[in-house]
């Protein structure tokens, strides 16, 4: 019989079955394979895998590419974009930041305000057993002998004899020669000299004078504490101009102070010459209406009243 030709198509046909029969012998063996495996058997993790931290939630893949380096690129790329992109304002990396700085900021004035305070404190004596005939302007003078006052304060209950005052220096040199004065008899009793524990408690600046004016009209104005409040403006006016003398003694300006908190009244006095308020510090111990007025200088002019508009 004669042989089948080489490209003939009962040949193409033997080479496709002998395919089919390797393939479906592959695919035996696979099967074969896979059923030898363990269907309980855990996923197998490589070691570098397993130490590092769970991945992040990945995103789309049609998400865009972000580029760090397109940042600034408008300032020339002189910066490095992708670290001033984590400092933008609003950013809680800026947040902090200026949250540490005003902290610091804080500190520091806290640290000075405490350094000027204690050295203030230093500065400073306490009087006590004062006599309420002692004006702050006689004891500053007597205690100028030690050094330079800065600051006299008189203080102490209006109801009281005696009364507590503070004398702050210039310098800690002065505190420390105030403090020979104590037993010197000021007015009728023998006074007590101690180092203070605390600082004067400045002048609200609002209330002190600014002008030539103000500070000429200080000058001719007394403070006056310790008023029954059954006495009048028109009485305190009296009670310094019948002391004081007549005009060019007389007041020029009066203001009379209370509430219903205080059982006493306050009051500015403000004379039409210097004179005139010299000579009223003098009536302090004199009895007006039912109580015995202190008068001590002004630290602050009087203000005018000011004339409330009302609306239409």
Do not use: W
């Not at 002189?78 to 902090?96: C, E, H, L, N, V």
């Amino acid at each position: 019989m004669a042989a089948v030709a080489e490209g003939s198509p009962s040949a193409a046909a033997a080479a496709a079955a002998a395919k089919e029969v390797e393939y479906q012998a592959g695919v035996r063996k696979l099967v074969d394979l896979l059923s030898k495996l363990n269907p309980a058997a855990k996923e197998f993790v490589p070691s570098s895998a397993a130490t590092s931290p769970p991945p992040k939630k990945a995103l789309s893949a049609d998400a865009p590419v972000f580029d760090y380096h397109s940042i600034g690129a408008g300032n020339g790329g002189a910066k490095d974009s992708a670290t001033d992109a984590s400092f933008y304002i609003g950013s809680p990396q800026r947040r902090r930041g200026n949250g540490y700085i005003n902290q610091g900021r804080r500190r520091t004035i806290d640290r000075v305000r405490r350094a000027e305070r204690e050295d203030s404190i230093r500065r400073t004596v306490y009087v006590s057993e004062l006599d309420h005939t002692v004006t702050e302007e006689r004891l500053a003078d007597i205690f100028a002998t030690c050094g330079q006052v800065v600051d006299c304060r008189i203080c102490g209950d209006p109801h009281s004899v005696l009364r507590f005052a503070f004398i702050e220096f210039a310098d800690e040199e002065g505190a420390r020669t105030a403090l020979n004065l104590g037993g010197t008899i000021f007015g009728f009793y023998p006074v007590r000299v101690l180092p203070s524990k605390t600082a004067i408690l400045p002048v609200n600046p609002k209330f002190l004078p600014r002008t030539e004016d103000e500070k000429e009209m200080v000058m001719r104005t007394v403070y006056c504490t310790n008023i029954d409040k059954m006495v009048t403006q028109l009485d305190v006016k009296n009670f310094f101009e019948g002391l004081c003398g007549e005009f060019p003694l007389q007041v020029s300006r009066l203001r009379l102070l209370g509430d219903n908190v205080h059982s006493t009244r306050i009051a500015f006095v403000e004379f039409v010459h210097a004179e005139g308020a010299i000579m009223a510090l003098n009536c302090s111990g004199m009895i007006l209406g039912t109580l015995p007025v202190r008068v001590s200088p002004s630290k602050t002019p009087v203000k005018p009243r000011v004339n409330r508009v009302g609306s239409n």
